[in-house]
């Protein structure tokens, strides 16, 4: 089925370690995006990228790293996890041109907790 | 800038009706509306553009002032589905959404 798919569901590991959260998409979307959510704070974006070979920082990137070799993935990584980065993180894509007038569709998330 | 959401929760009884309202202190190309329950993706509701165009869902409505530099999202006779937090999102300046930090809505039977 299309659609935008997550992996893991859940992962714990522990400071320090590397980490790297998949997001998969079938529908060809331009537009790809990671956010975090933290209770209080909704959803706060930390890169995104407009296609293949193309990111951009968005609100809060420090301590990730994201890379898009091909239009359908866009893998998040965590270079050396610290317990501030327990949290909820979504990928979403959309089409679009750069102008925000296209809905984004989320995946299921990553609840990620780190030790 | 974060806009911001109001009001911070609210609980009502099913077919009673709601209103949330987003503000921004910027001026405003356009509001994203999205519902998310518990442990579960943020959904898509509704686009509001500037010039009153409007995409998304067929039982909710909404309105988009410019000049007031806000948004609001009418739930009319509430169902027991309509329960979730509620977030509204506005594009910054490289034309990213920015979101606020939801507004909680219970229904109860």
């Known amino acids: 089925d299309a659609g935008i798919t997550q992996s893991p569901r859940y992962k714990i590991t522990e400071t320090g370690r590397q980490v790297t959260l998949m997001c998969h998409q079938t529908w060809s979307h331009s537009y790809m995006f990671w956010y975090r959510q933290d209770l209080g704070h909704g959803l706060r974006l930390i890169y995104y990228s407009a296609a293949a070979d193309i990111t951009d920082k968005g609100e809060v990137p420090d301590g990730y790293v994201v890379s898009r070799s091909k239009t359908e993935n866009f893998p998040l990584t965590l270079e050396s996890a610290t317990r501030s980065q327990t949290s909820v993180y979504f990928c979403a894509s959309s089409e679009g041109t750069g102008a925000p007038n296209q809905p984004q569709h989320f995946g299921d998330g990553t609840r990620l907790s780190i030790l | 800038q974060q806009p911001v959401q109001s009001p911070q929760a609210v609980i009502l009884r099913e077919g009673e009706d709601a209103v949330i309202n987003c503000s921004s202190s910027k001026a405003l190309y356009s509001v994203h509306w999205y519902r998310q329950k518990h442990g579960e993706a943020p959904v898509f509701l509704m686009i509001?553009?500037?010039g009153g165009e409007q995409k998304g869902h067929e039982k909710i409505s909404a309105s988009f002032n410019e000049k007031k530099q806000q948004s609001s999202l009418y739930l009319t006779a509430s169902q027991l589905s309509y329960s979730g937090t509620y977030f509204c999102?506005?594009?910054?300046?490289?034309?990213?959404?920015?979101w606020g930090a939801g507004t909680k809505l219970i229904i109860k039977p």
């Open positions: 509001l553009l500037k």
């Open positions: 999102g506005t594009p910054d300046s490289n034309y990213q959404l920015i």
